[in-house]
């Protein structure tokens, strides 16, 4: 039947993105917010905002599990934001019950790609040095740990409200157009309207 007149001015709740370091969340994730028009926040930037520190620096002060509680605290605060894609950090999913936190305020999108192009986007020089927990690996060593790492964590990315492959978006415009599938994808599922 018809929607009531007021139900388009619903505001739609929040799309997580989740997956590994360099599987797209933040790349996609500003398109994915700018097709829909939505607002778009990275919760490791919303954290550094807030904190007036980089996430390096919180996890020095604070240690890992005091950074995961600042992370846990401002993902139940983004949570309640209407109308918003959140790019999660690649351990976010992966600590205390923030799957279910997630899962119990949005739809939860799992960013797949293969250990390849993971290792083809995290070899690359500009990416190594942002990331402390892969700066000083070897070409041998960063391999491993991708494989390693993604399959401790798979139990988490799993348990996302559907998976999406993002292997096309080395370059601006399949960015745009992987974006219009996954739209494409959440109107099929009826997660987003017409």
Do not use: W
Request: hydrophobic share 40%.
């Amino acid at each position: 039947g018809h929607l009531p007149f007021f139900a388009k001015f619903a505001r739609m709740k929040p799309i997580f993105l989740i997956g590994y370091m360099g599987s797209g969340k933040s790349t996609l994730g500003k398109i994915l917010a700018r097709q829909l028009n939505y607002d778009f926040i990275d919760i490791d930037k919303y954290i550094e905002a807030r904190y007036r520190k980089t996430i390096r620096d919180l996890f020095a002060t604070y240690g890992e599990a005091g950074f995961r509680n600042i992370e846990r605290r401002l993902l139940e605060e983004v949570s309640d934001i209407g109308d918003v894609v959140i790019a999660c950090g690649g351990g976010t999913p992966c600590f205390g019950n923030n799957m279910q936190i997630i899962n119990s305020k949005g739809t939860s999108i799992y960013l797949q790609v293969p250990v390849e192009r993971l290792y083809a986007r995290l070899s690359r020089p500009h990416s190594k040095a942002k990331r402390p927990v892969i700066a000083g690996k070897t070409d041998e060593e960063l391999m491993q740990f991708i494989t390693d790492n993604l399959a401790a964590r798979n139990k988490y990315y799993s348990q996302a409200s559907f998976s999406f492959d993002t292997t096309n978006i080395e370059t601006a415009a399949e960015t745009e157009e992987t974006a219009a599938i996954l739209i494409e994808e959440l109107r099929k599922k009826g997660i987003i309207g017409e």
